[in-house]
């Protein structure tokens, strides 16, 4: 097929790959023998044996264009050789099921090619060139114009950013009985300037609380941004848009550019590390003045200076550590982590293999963000189950917030029974510090809590009853459904200030619900806080991401796995009803 | 004819061979390389030697440590490879360093390759995967390279009678000169790869793989 053939935008592809081509790439897209040396390397191929899972079949889909266009031969005699062409727009639609559904980037098969092969590049290439078309999940492009939009991948405002930090300002003082404790904003001329994964201030703040607690504990002068620059993810990396990989690089350094920070710290998430770290300053093209460090290593420095002093017997529980691919084959942090593990946990257990050879995820990638995937995922996640039983640990502990995602999916979805934790939240549970005894002024509490409403919906009459009981114990007044038309018939005569939602329900799920609560007038401005697991028949089915994305529903104001931890539960109730309380 | 077969078409495919490959060196200097800001948290010259020498460590890759009866077919293949070419010159140039001996260790090799090779020509064909990953070109490279080893073997008689011993002649020419245009010419690219490896993951400190002590 002639050039003139081709829809405009797999031209465009097609111009896009020949203008990408650096050293690098064409000595990867040129080197493969087909020895296949690969195949076992990957966990697509591994958990499913289909040969199409194989990296170098993979990597065939977007080497076909270096062999029409570069390879010697391959420019007379392109089928000779594997060369080939993008010539509809089905081929890019082809090309993004291979590129984004069935590739991590985790670089696992780049570390067992004999010929240095770096497939993750070649992918990232592929990525690149249709994503510049517009072929990319939901999820990603979603992310990606967040990031350029707003400044983060969760499209968090700045009046939000702050409030939560208030709040856990709030909480950090009261867990250390220290007024002086607290997370800085704009803080000029600190030590650290510390940038974070988004979900820290969404979904997850107890990993942002444990980095603050170590850091006052340790008596660092460290500082966060009050507006954009505090966050260290980076969807550059996963759509291959080195443009929006500056970008959000930028943002993070021009923030320790102004505060006059000695060095930037980031926070326990694999990609935000090596964009921030290794790729954004070669993106952006900028030599830049001060270090930059993952909190890991940071940690490290604490223990071993004295700064921190640490009590295993706080932890325990047995504990495994997954390698975050990001720091273990793109990263070099390996040591950091066991180190920190063996000092602040009593049963420290090695995963196999481990380290730069240890199997991704599965959320690696962006993969978290694709729905339309997450199938898919979750059956090649079969490797690294095997991987997590084989340890018998009560708790994998990791270093990235992505990682914690897709471990928690998988561990749901092959009934594994562990629990997952950052690396920091282990460190954080086992300092030391002298901390004055608090005595919780229980009438206080239940007084403040009092004037709110929750309501609980799940089909499962025991866990309404724990969870009303749980909520009346800490002071609100509750109001129960087991199924959404029970839901909506409380809905037309009473007005809770929350409700928690399960998601997996039968008949009218908890999707449904979520959907008709948003795009009614009446009711849309009720907070929601996501109470749920991950249904094995049909992952994707229940995927709150994917629902979000069909229909343009906003996020929920909160989420919590199940099973509940009632602590962490009671904490984002009491987070997201603060927020409410101020926006009203 | 055979005296033309070998010497002049020897040295007319080595030319073409040697003048491809020296514009692909070219070429492949014409792009430019990825420039790296960042200070290094490795040891980026160490990284580039093991990642040269990676061949010769099978036991620093899974993929070569667990199927190590790849590795050693890897190795006697290209040895056997290295042979039959150095033979071919050997052979009309110093036919007196083709002792008995020589010729038996050669033919011992070769003739491994020589099964190696048809083990790999048949997964090809066979392995859903090896089947899935092959174009044209790696058919026909591995099967000209079971030819080839085959006529090796008899031609290493030195028996100019024996049709084998011209049809050597004529293979390693054609060998020669098609290895710039085919997946042979691996042997040109491989070392910059594995000089680009190295130098970006030694960077980073993630090669050679760590393992042990903070």
Known sequence: MSNRQKSEKAQKATDSFKNKMNRQAILSFGVCVHCGMCTESCHYYLATRDPKMAPAYKADRVRKLYKKYFDFAGRLLPKWVGGGELEKDEDLQELM????????????CTFNCPMGVDKALLMRTGRAIIYEQGYAPQGV????????EIGNQMGISDEDYLETIEWLNEEIKSELDDDTAEIPLDKPNCNIVFAVNPREIKYAPMSLLAAAKIFHVAGESWTMSSTKGWDNTNFGLFAGDNKLGAHMGNLVYDTVEKLNGKMLVTSECGHGYRATVWEAPNWAARDLKFPMYSFLEIMVDYVKTGRIILDKTKNPVSVTYHDPCNLARSGG????????????VMDFREMYPNRADNFCCTGGGGAMSMSEYAKRRLESAKVKADQLKETG???CATA???????????IKFYKLGMKVNLVGELVADAIVWEKKPVIPVIEEVVEAHAPFT????????????????????SGYNTLEATSAAEAFAWLKTAKPDLITLDLIMPGVSGLDIYKDLKTDGANRDIPVVVISGVNPENPGLYDMRKLQFEHSLPKPEGYVEKPIVKEELLMIIDKVLDHYKHKK | MLELLKHEVQYVALSIMGLVYILKVFWILRFKPM????????????????SFFCLAMPWTMESTRKKWYKWLEFAVFHIGIAIAIVASFLIPEAPGLMTAAVVTIFKIIIAMSFFIVLLRLGRRMFSPVNKLISHPDDYFSVAMMVIWFFVAFFAMDMNESHWQFPAYFAITAFLIAYVPFSKMSHYILWPFSRYYFG????????????????
């Open chain 1, 97 to 108: 099921d291979i590129v984004f559904g069935s590739c991590t980037m985790c670089r696992r």
């Open chain 1, 141 to 148: 492009l979603d992310v990606a114009k967040d990031q350029w």
């Open chain 1, 333 to 344: 942090i390996t040591e950091e982590p066991r180190f920190l593990l063996q000092q602040s």
């Open chain 1, 393 to 395: 640990a009560g708790i």
């Open chain 1, 400 to 410: 990235c917030h992505n990682c914690v995602d897709g471990l928690t999916d998988l």
């Open chain 1, 454 to 473: 929750v309501m609980v919906i799940d089909d499962e009459p025991d866990v309404v009853t724990f969870l009303s009981t749980l909520f009346q114990d």
């Open chain 2, 35 to 50: 420039k790296e800001r960042t200070p290094g948290r490795g040891m980026e010259k160490k990284a580039i030697i093991a």
């Open chain 2, 199 to 214: 130098k970006h993951f030694g960077h980073r400190g993630t090669y050679p793989k760590v393992k042990g002590e903070l």
